[in-house]
């Protein structure tokens, strides 16, 4: 017995964590999903460790001598948040001029977050579904066999 994918012809597919965005399309059809790879997006980020060249800085708290430390803007985190903005306003676009019908978002926890905080309501209402798991690293065969486990579940 084949198992329905449920995932619509012309359906993208967007596998992102804080750093890396794959754009797919489904150019099968919702019995048999074939995804494949439409775009690359990648963000050199380095860690929040190599960012920072200084240590802390320091303030005085009134007239005694105590002094407290002031913490480092963590621009590890910023670049991830700017990358999450970046995909929300790309795919604002390719929505708002009819590139993609239907969504399917893949993303680690905190790139979903971020994401779905900048995305516009163009882009929300065409998302069937959204996974909160790390598969940028996957093969195809797996994103595609939990992609389909998942519009299951849905």
Do not use: C
């Amino acid at each position: 017995m084949t198992r329905k994918s449920g995932v619509p012809e012309g359906a993208w597919v967007l596998i992102a964590d804080g750093e890396k965005a794959l754009f797919l399309v489904n150019e099968g059809d919702e019995l048999d999903m074939n995804l494949v790879v439409r775009g690359k997006e990648e963000q050199e980020n380095p860690q929040a460790q190599d960012w920072a060249a200084n240590r802390p800085g320091r303030f005085n708290d009134g007239p005694s001598v105590h002094r407290s430390a002031v913490q480092d803007t963590d621009w590890h985190e910023l670049e991830k948040e700017r990358f999450a903005k970046d995909l929300a306003d790309q795919l604002y676009k390719d929505a708002h001029s009819g590139r993609f019908e239907h969504l399917i978002i893949a993303a680690s926890r905190p790139a979903l977050s971020a994401l779905r905080d900048e995305l516009h309501q163009e882009v929300t209402k065409r998302i069937i579904l959204d996974v909160p798991k790390v598969l940028t690293n996957h093969p195809m065969d797996e994103i595609e066999m939990l992609i389909s486990r998942e519009m299951e579940k849905a």
